[in-house]
């Protein structure tokens, strides 16, 4: 027995069992410490897993993009590969529960869940709550937050400011504004004089991220106003639900957040020709919308033709049905609706239909909509089928007759009804309306109007687009009212609503400035209404101005006729008809671009120019594309101060002066001058324009069936430009060598080019070569347009023509100065 052992051999024995027993429990208490330990290793939770964590934060890993969400403080940062911080969150997510506002308290855990990670928290009231985090994207992340019982009535949130940064965007802002810093507002929409139908709680920053929070109601925005550091927002939702994207400029931001939304749909080349529509007998402006009648827009069409201006789109305003909202063409508008259509496409014209997403007692489908349940909700639908309507129009007063269209029995039945209209031959819908949807509205799926009065705009332009494509491919114009955060995929323009026809706040400076802050939300195509909509005829001094604005924009449209005014004006007018129509190839270059990144058409300056921060609060300048930079007159002043970024650039209207850039001038061309405008062309420009006559003089009649290529060659260098309209993209490029030689090449083409270089040198061509072989060189402007291959050069006016036919293949010319 043991017992009987010598103590000698017992001791050993009971030393090794006390270092057994000793080990156990060290080991044991090892295996306790790793697992207290284990959420705070800094080791991924797999080895390919996009979720990783630390002491403490959790991180998610995207492509090109890093979340950051710490356990204790629940900080949030958008961050690169690198550790570049772009977004930070300065105040916790909070939710008023209960009339108290709780706030995020700690993150408990985060678990991968499929393509998302599910997350636990703990609020400051000691209740659960729960969260969500999805890749956005390469370079984005989506966040979703709410208490675990969904008791929350509001949320609100803060993120950081830096000392130099800048904020644009929320859709169309109608404060005057364009970089936000410093501001506060509602965002909801309402209709008026302006009509504010385009709010988006969606920013971008000069930080390179943008923010989006995903709720359709009204949402307070302060912009660094209460504290200069700090974005704080406001929503009655019980669900916060934000996105954060980042780029390596504002201009790949948003190309990161819209290539997952939704790219911006383009417009067929024809709705770049202007548009022309009317509220009454054209030779009567300010009589009643019921005296509108069919024949009034062919007589419009015919005498615009007969004053040498160029017409590309009407629309027909609400007369044109027999009933809003039908569907069903008015017999006293027109006795043959299709056949009004026919005539005014045999005249080039494209006609589109007014429509709004309501209907009415007196219409013939009212009855199957109540019956159906397929408008709105409130009490008695069918109580609402009596409307009032303005003069003007415009519906009158509080009512709940707009189709549900969350509803897909009411989507699919209003789409039905589209579809019939579109047999007529109408080649698409000016969208009134959508900004209207009541606050206590009864929607499908348990939504409520509050909810969803902003972005029910998305579902209003989805029903017609989804019909329009079906039936016509992309050859249709839409033109919405109303919009929100990716509603740019289901339409391709945006129309401003209504405007006062003065240089009041409501007026033109309004619409500059609403134009330019929707450039960041994805709404590249964008139109204004020339001369406002509330007064007719619109003062001329006011109306020329818009002119100037308007023709500059990718929609010129106006509903006011040019005979309504001064010989001097309405001559004006054509020649910026002219000028607009001309620019087709530009538009469709920029179209193309637009619908393939989201880069605005007209872009305000910091687009283009961020590292320069005197343009960041520049609100009232654009630049279309990067070669014309347009600075509309806002008032009734002949002088106004323009800011002119880095590059040489040349005066539109006196090409031998030019401006070293960056600089600040004072624009002034005289007391009178009302046809001109602050108009620049940059240096290195290469504008592509399809030119039929002389009125914008680029050219002549003999220019057809040419591209003409406006150039400015660099003095010293090159640029280039990729031409996108009727064929396949078209590289040309003008680069001068150290011989004094200038060559302008382009890819190969089906189409004849002829240039128009203006050469900012001392020296005349003293030849010009295509293929190694001469071009004639002409005696006159007169004989060159008039023949073949060949160029001229104009000694004066420092413009160089040169003509080349082309064979498919790529080409050039290289021009020899003496």
Not at 276 to 293: E, G, H, K, Y
Not at 438 to 444: K, R, T, V
Not at 456 to 476: H, N, P, Q
Request: with cysteine; glycine share 8%.
């Amino acid at each position: 027995m043991v017992r009987d052992r010598p103590a000698a051999l017992i001791r050993p024995f009971r030393i090794v069992v006390f270092m057994n027993k000793a080990f156990v429990f060290f080991l044991r208490l090892t295996v306790l410490s790793v697992c207290w330990l284990q959420p705070m290793l800094a080791a991924p939770v797999s080895s390919n897993s996009w979720l990783r964590e630390t002491p403490d934060s959790f991180s998610f890993h995207n492509e090109e993009a890093v979340l950051v969400l710490e356990r204790q403080a629940l900080g949030i940062r958008l961050q690169d590969a690198a550790g570049k911080t772009y977004f930070s969150q300065s105040d916790r997510p909070a939710f008023l529960i209960d009339g108290k506002w709780v706030s995020l308290a700690g993150l408990q855990s985060a678990s991968l869940d499929g393509d998302s990670v599910r997350l636990q928290f703990k609020l400051s009231s000691g209740a659960d709550a729960r969260g969500e985090v999805r890749k956005f994207g390469k370079n984005g992340f989506r966040i979703i937050l709410a208490p675990e019982n969904r008791g929350a009535t509001a949320v609100r949130g803060g993120n950081m400011l830096g000392t130099v940064e800048e904020i644009y965007g929320f859709g169309e802002m109608w404060n005057g504004r364009v970089a936000q810093r410093g501001q506060s507002f509602d965002l909801w929409d309402k209709g008026g004089t302006p009509d504010e139908c385009a709010y988006m709680p969606y920013y971008v920053s000069t930080a390179n991220y943008a923010f989006f929070l995903n709720y359709g109601g009204s949402v307070r925005f302060d912009v660094g106003q209460k504290s200069s550091d700090r974005i704080s927002y406001e929503a009655p939702t019980g669900e916060l639900d934000i996105t954060l994207v980042r780029g390596e400029s504002i201009a790949s931001t948003v190309k990161n957040f819209l290539s997952v939304i939704g790219l911006p749909a383009r417009p067929p080349r024809w709705s770049f020709k202007p548009w022309f529509w009317l509220m009454s007998d054209p030779d009567q402006p300010s009589a009643n919308i019921d005296t509108l009648r069919g024949h009034h827009s062919v007589d419009m069409v015919k005498k615009l033709h007969a004053m040498n201006i160029p017409v590309g789109v009407t629309w027909f305003e609400p007369p044109w049905q027999d009933a809003r909202s039908s569907f069903i063409p008015n017999p006293a508008f027109s006795p043959d609706f299709k056949a009004l259509n026919k005539e005014l496409e045999d005249l080039g014209v494209r006609a589109l239909a007014w429509t709004v997403p309501y209907t009415t007692k007196n219409s013939r489908n009212w009855q199957e909509a109540v019956d159906r349940r397929l408008m709105v909700q409130r009490n008695a639908p069918a109580e609402t089928g009596d409307v009032k309507i303005s003069t003007s129009g415009e519906l009158v007063g509080r009512y709940y007759n707009m189709i549900d269209l969350y509803n897909p029995e009411a989507f699919a039945w209003w789409q039905a009804q589209i579809d019939r209209s579109l047999e007529t031959g109408i080649r698409g819908f000016k969208l009134d309306a959508g900004q209207d949807l009541e606050a206590d509205a009864l929607l499908h799926g348990g939504r409520i109007g509050r909810d969803v009065h902003n972005s029910y705009a998305t579902e209003y332009s989805r029903v017609f687009f989804e019909s329009l494509t079906k039936k016509y491919g992309d050859d249709f114009l839409m033109i919405p009212r109303a919009a929100w955060m990716g509603s740019s995929a289901y339409t391709n323009f945006k129309w401003p609503g209504d405007l006062s026809g003065s240089f009041a706040n409501n007026g033109l400076p309004s619409s500059v400035y609403s134009t330019l802050s929707l450039a960041f939300s994805g709404f590249p195509f964008v139109s204004t209404d020339i001369g406002g909509f509330e007064d007719r005829p619109a003062p001329e001094h006011v109306w020329l101005r818009w002119a100037q604005f308007g023709a500059m924009l990718p929609g010129m449209q106006t509903l006011h006729m040019p005979w309504w005014y001064s010989k001097e004006a309405s001559d004006h007018f054509r020649y910026l008809s002219w000028l607009h129509t001309d620019l087709i190839p530009l538009w469709m270059t920029l179209a193309n671009e637009a619908a393939a990144t989201g880069a605005p058409v007209c872009r305000p300056l910091v687009w283009s120019n961020q590292k320069d921060i005197d343009t960041w609060r520049v609100d009232d300048q654009f630049t279309v594309g990067t070669s014309l930079l347009v600075a509309p007159m806002l008032n009734a002043n002949p002088e106004r101060s323009i800011y002119l970024p880095e590059g040489l650039w040349y005066d539109f209207w006196d090409e031998t002066q030019t401006t070293q850039g960056p600089a600040r001038v004072t624009w002034f061309k005289g007391w009178n001058a009302r046809t001109k405008f602050p108009l620049y062309i940059k240096e290195g420009a290469i504008i592509p324009m399809e030119i039929s006559n002389a009125e914008s003089g680029f050219g002549s009649a003999e220019s057809a069936g040419f591209v003409t290529l406006a150039m400015w060659p660099m003095v010293r260098g090159s640029s280039e430009f990729v031409l996108h309209d009727t064929e396949a993209p078209v590289r040309i490029s003008a680069a001068w060598n150290a011989s004094d030689e200038l060559t302008v090449s382009w890819s190969a083409t089906k189409r004849n080019h002829l240039l128009r270089m203006h050469l900012n040198t001392k020296k005349a061509p003293a030849g010009v070569t295509a293929g190694g072989q001469s071009l004639k060189a002409q005696s006159s402007l007169q004989a060159f347009r008039a023949g073949g291959e060949g160029w001229f050069f104009d000694a004066p006016t420092q413009k160089l023509w040169v003509k080349k036919l082309n064979d498919g293949r790529e080409a050039s010319v290289r021009i020899v100065l003496n």
